[in-house]
């Protein structure tokens, strides 16, 4: 065990996008932070895409599901019963080291569903309390984009120029216009120019060039920050009175210790923080830590997409280029009773061209190119001539989509393995369906000449959102307005678990956002929780 005079002002448990934001913000203020990630560093060159094996480690070693990658840090996850598949990394930096950098804010809409819509909850926090927080996000990061667009309220300058739509883009956006539907260029945490001593990245490795291993890992780590990799975590310990005063974690040699700190904060997403809140249990929480509502795992939110991919007779390029999103359509983004659904969605153009192979297997559509006598017929159709739109869609929260601890899957230290179990609501597939034909509309509008769609993909559990959210009522959430558990009062929780309904575009500035809010009531006003 560790020595137990080792006591740390605050003991962040996960080093990806939130948990390297919240450290980071911490240590400027001189606060001892330390940070336990399962996984350990992925090098800034990892995975050259110019090898030509390099689209294999897609389905290996980099696959986005750890029960395909099955790496010593990773946990089996059991998926049976969900129609999406979880997908995330166990690293330094996180999924984040995967992450298609596209970098998206929620809607001030998003914030207050309740109220618009009648269902769900609102969140106990509005759209202009994060605004300074993604705006420092995207300062510290570099992002790239172009201010103004109409979908948002007005933004500040992005601190780096906006990448090219390229061809395909520019395809699209005459068939969007041809409709008069909007479209705007995609913001990207990567840096189009040197920024911050990082050069630009144009896609030459795998892993992504705007991971936060980049990003904020190194500032917090010169002020001082301690971060044990290697460092798979079991549970999180408490004293009589209900507070929490550490964790118990596996280091690399397997040998079990302890870290004490004095506030404990959460950052494993919302399946790795809802798993490891279950397994935390003692005589004071016999369901699981903070979990006196019932409500810990519960209410698990993706964002289900679909797609469609359109043929054109023009040459849209083969090169990787910048990963991602380069353009996106909000125009279905708020909702509108007269379609019969609530909530709406998002379209985000796919601007980068696929390699042989996973043109060959049909990309994120799952598509695959049959063998026989039409193989290469249809291969020279598809290679260099297809773009593609992925529908994102809103996902209100039901507690009967949730996160369990499996009874009998474990991990390699024989700590319980989580269980999702999920189904997709008709509103949600009313969405799909809605959203396949606007796009194909406006890939037809654009001159293709075929269009091939996927209702709902499997590969598309990215988001891992609502398994602790918050609120107001202690009753009804399980942490406060600054992810403070209502039942701990030194334990907090910044990843995506707390989100109250998960809007339709990608999360991660969000979460950040959020992290970065809680570290500043941490420095100021909660700083009495440090002691």
């Not at 740390?8 to 203020?29: M, R």
């Not at 707390?498 to 941490?522: C, E, H, K, M, W």
Request: proline share 7%; glycine share 10%; aromatic share 8%.
């Amino acid at each position: 065990m560790a020595q137990r005079d080792d006591i740390a002002d605050v003991l962040v448990i996960g080093a990806g996008a939130s948990g390297a934001a919240f450290t980071w913000s911490l240590c400027q203020a001189g606060i001892k932070v330390v940070c336990l990630e399962q996984g350990g560093w992925i090098p800034a060159n990892a995975y050259p895409a110019n090898q030509p094996d390099s689209p294999l480690h897609w389905q290996t070693d980099f696959h986005p599901n750890p029960n395909f990658r099955k790496l010593p840090e990773d946990y089996p996850i059991n998926e049976d019963e969900t129609p999406i598949a979880p997908l995330l990394f166990n690293a330094v930096g996180g999924s984040t080291i995967h992450w298609g950098s596209h970098i998206p804010r929620f809607h001030p809409s998003d914030f207050r569903v309740k109220t618009e819509d009648g269902v769900a909850e609102d969140w106990p926090l509005s759209y202009s309390e994060l605004e300074p927080y993604y705006d420092l996000n995207d300062r510290i990061i570099g992002t790239s984009g172009l201010r103004g667009d109409p979908a948002y309220p007005p933004r500040p300058e992005r601190p780096c120029p906006p990448f090219s739509i390229r061809p395909s883009g520019e395809v699209l956006a005459k068939g969007f216009d041809k409709l008069g539907w909007h479209w705007w260029a995609s913001d990207t945490a990567i840096s189009s120019v040197s920024y911050d001593g990082r050069q630009p990245d144009m896609g030459a490795y795998l892993r992504s060039p705007a991971g936060v291993d980049l990003t904020y890992w190194p500032k917090a780590l010169r002020m001082g920050a301690r971060l044990k990799t290697h460092a798979r975590v079991r549970e999180i310990l408490v004293d009589r009175s209900g507070r929490a005063t550490g964790a118990l974690y596996y280091d690399s040699q397997g040998n079990l210790q302890e870290q004490r700190a004095r506030v404990v904060v959460m950052a494993c997403n919302g399946v790795g923080t809802a798993r490891l809140l279950l397994n935390s249990r003692s005589s004071l929480f016999p369901d699981g830590l903070a979990n006196s509502t019932g409500l810990v795992g519960k209410g698990l939110m993706h964002h289900p997409v679909s797609m469609a991919m359109g043929l054109f007779d023009e040459w849209m390029g083969t090169d990787q280029g910048v990963r991602g999103s380069t353009m996106l359509s909000q125009e279905f983004y708020e909702s509108d009773p007269r379609r019969g659904f609530l909530r709406g969605y998002d379209m985000q153009v796919l601007g980068n061209g696929l390699a042989p192979l996973q043109a060959a297997q049909g990309g994120l559509m799952g598509q695959r190119i049959a063998w026989g006598g039409s193989h290469h017929k249809e291969f020279s159709e598809r290679f260099g001539h297809a773009v593609a739109i992925s529908i994102m869609t809103d996902d209100l929260p039901e507690d009967h989509n949730q996160v369990t601890l499996d009874p009998k899957l474990t991990d390699s230290h024989g700590i319980p393995a989580p269980k999702i179990q999920y189904k997709i609501s008709q509103n949600t597939h009313k969405l799909l369906d809605h959203g396949v034909a606007r796009a194909s509309e406006v890939l037809e509008a654009a001159g293709a000449k075929k269009v091939v769609t996927v209702h709902q993909r499997r590969n598309a559990g990215w988001h891992l959102l609502g398994t602790a959210r918050m609120g107001n009522d202690p009753a009804a959430s399980v942490v406060d307005r600054w992810g403070r558990a209502h039942d701990v009062p030194n334990l907090l929780i910044i990843d995506g678990s707390i989100f109250v309904t998960g809007a339709s575009i990608n999360p991660t500035p969000t979460i950040q956002a959020l992290a970065l809010r809680t570290a500043d009531y941490l420095k100021g006003e909660g700083r009495s929780v440090v002691g």
